[in-house]
């Protein structure tokens, strides 16, 4: 099998991919701009397309597939559950969901568990689990609570939360956007505790900034927001959702800075790439003040989401992954460094976990992204010139030696592509 296919502007799409694309161009709605890929296979770190061609992983599918595509374990606890029942409705118990949120709370060091599917659904429930716990508990006066958020922040796609969004792609034309949402810059725990008044409820807050480029804050800003939080009887919300589960490092981003939420949202990863399974997880003082009837979710908790979930947090009770995540990340940044000022203009990240800013003379992150796949890398840009880099955590070391050499690459081959132009644009015309 060949590595890599010819995506480099002029060179031909292959007939099967084509058509695939083809047919999701014209009856799929128009939400996003895929690479030219088409997977039909995947094992560990690895996929294959509708060519027979491999590519190794960059993205984990945003880090729900942090232990790998198929894992073997994961796949075992879907099968058998699939066998057995899949779906209750929580009109009735099932006999999966106790252990799931049971061994839940206590991978996350607290006492309850809200279970949901995705992401932006969990957000959406520690919204208004924020707000009843305002209202009930700290006796913000009726449609009054406000919650701090971060500029730069990517929590989902509800409109409630591209509400709160800095993103204009995200928001024009969606509105009118629910009130209540006060935003400030990201790293900067001064402007957050001046945007702190009787009203608020809650700070929510990704621990790094996944989709804004994994954007690392200052070390001691979580400790600080945690201390503010605390001092004014506000509540800090933090969105695991793509930092939490193994990917930094450790079980949780915050953990690496020893901050404890009041609430934490997870998803992603926590559906090991099977299933989407969220949840919301606090303190029973904090996420007890729901009743029943308040809040709900037909697929939340159910039977296979429950056995999958239970599945991947035995997987994070005994820190391996974490280690592993830790270990080869420290080799990633380590080679990632050395290209800084090599066609690169600064690199982020902790864990497995990077966020790349080529050169914006050389090209976008778009750009970047296609010659990777052309290198037999998948991974994607997020903003402008940045790309991400999140294998799952399955690699070998020699993957992540094949991304970066992949990467190098294809930042020489964007640099020839302009090096071309620039002669060709100069060249005498019969030259
Ligand atoms: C992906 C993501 C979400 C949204 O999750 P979905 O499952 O896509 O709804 C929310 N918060 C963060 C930090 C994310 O990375």
Known sequence: ??????????????????????????????????????????????????????????????SAVNFGHGNPRLLRAAREQLDRVTLTSRAFHNDRLGPFLEELAA?????LVLP??????????????ARAWGYRVKGVPAERATIVVADGNFHGRTTTIVGFSSDPQAREGFGPFTPGFRSVPYGDAEALAAAIDATTVAVLLEPI?????????????????????????????????????????????????????????????????????????????????????????????????AAVGLEVVRMLQTGEWQERAARLGAHLHARLAALVGNGVVAVRGVGLWAGVDVDPA??????????????????????????????????????????????????????????????????????
């Open 116 to 129: 949901m599917n995705t992401g932006a659904e969990a957000v959406e429930s520690a919204i208004k689990v």
């Open 107 to 111: 991978l996350a060091r607290t006492d």
């Open 362 to 431: 050389l090209g976008s992150g778009r750009e970047l992204s296609e010659r990777l796949l052309a290198r037999g890398v998948l991974a994607k840009d997020t903003h402008g010139s940045t790309i991400r880099l999140a294998p799952p955590l399955v690699v070998e070391e020699s993957d992540v030696d094949l991304a970066v050499d992949a990467l190098i690459g294809a930042i020489g081959d964007l640099a020839s592509a302009r090096l071309g132009s620039a002669s060709r644009r100069h060249a005498p015309a019969n030259g």
């Open 1 to 62: 099998m060949t590595e890599g296919m010819p995506t480099t502007p002029g060179d031909e799409v292959p007939p099967a991919t084509a058509a695939a694309i083809a047919r999701v161009e014209r009856f799929g709605a128009h939400n996003y701009h895929p690479l030219p890929v088409v997977v039909a296979h995947a094992a560990g770190a690895w996929v294959t397309d509708v060519e027979g061609r491999r590519y190794l992983d960059c993205l984990a599918a945003y």
């Open 209 to 305: 900034q996944g989709e804004a480029g994994v954007v690392v804050p200052p070390a001691g800003y979580l400790p600080e927001v945690r201390r503010i939080t605390a001092e004014n009887d506000v509540l800090l919300v933090l969105d695991e959702i793509q930092s939490g589960l193994g990917r930094a490092g450790a079980t949780f981003a915050a953990d690496l800075v020893g901050v404890e939420p009041d609430l934490r949202t997870l998803g992603k990863a926590l559906g090991g790439g099977v299933v989407p399974v969220s949840a919301v997880v606090g303190r029973a003082d904090v996420l007890g003040v729901l009743h029943p009837g308040e809040h709900g979710s037909t697929f939340g908790g159910n039977p296979l989401a």
